[in-house]
């Protein structure tokens, strides 16, 4: 990516970028919008930055998400709250993980931070929250399915079986993850 097109992507100035990039400017306060321009983590740039979210921002907490408990859409009123990670952009949405199936990588009470809807190729063999056509929604592994228009969806822990051959609607990487 081009300086101009990240200062662009990252609200910053060009002058800026090149500032970074040649040393002369040190700044750290940039660093989450030029990671969500490049969508990378912020540790990714500088791994000695240390996240400090303001204790007053907060993003929508949309309810619970399956991971092995069935969930119909995002349960909860829509009006919940939850701290937003250092990054946040102003998509940022928070989940709470109920059911087990992604465990040990999250266990029930998590909370997961996404903030782009992809289509589910995007995410092949990624943890992603995803949405079936029937309403429910996960956290799971996307998979390839028998057609290219069908996802099979696996979960970490090995006593949930395979989901097989789901009509996806979309895929959500997860962006944060902030554990009970």
Not at 83 to 105: L, Q
Not at 155 to 175: G, H, K, T
Request: glycine content about 8%.
């Amino acid at each position: 990516m081009s300086q101009a097109a990240l200062a662009k992507a990252a609200g910053v100035s060009q002058q800026l970028i090149s500032q970074i990039e040649n040393g002369v400017n040190e700044s750290t306060t940039e660093l989450p919008a030029l990671a969500r321009a490049l969508k990378v983590g912020v540790d990714e740039i500088d791994p000695d930055y240390v996240l400090s979210a303001d204790d007053d921002a907060r993003v929508p907490l949309k309810g619970n998400i399956g991971a092995g408990a069935e969930v119909l859409a995002i349960e909860g009123d829509g009006d919940d709250t939850a701290p937003a990670p250092a990054d946040a952009g102003p998509n940022t949405v928070a989940v709470r993980v109920k059911g087990d199936s992604m465990f040990p990588a999250y266990e029930p009470g998590t909370l997961l931070y996404y903030s782009r809807l992809m289509p589910p190729g995007d995410m092949l063999n990624k943890r992603a929250v995803v949405q079936l056509a029937d309403g429910r929604i996960f956290v799971k592994i996307v998979q390839q399915g028998s057609t290219s228009n069908l996802w099979s969806l696996a979960s970490l822990n090995p006593y949930f079986p395979l989901m097989e051959d789901q009509v996806v609607e979309w895929a959500a990487p997860i962006d944060w993850i902030k554990p009970k």
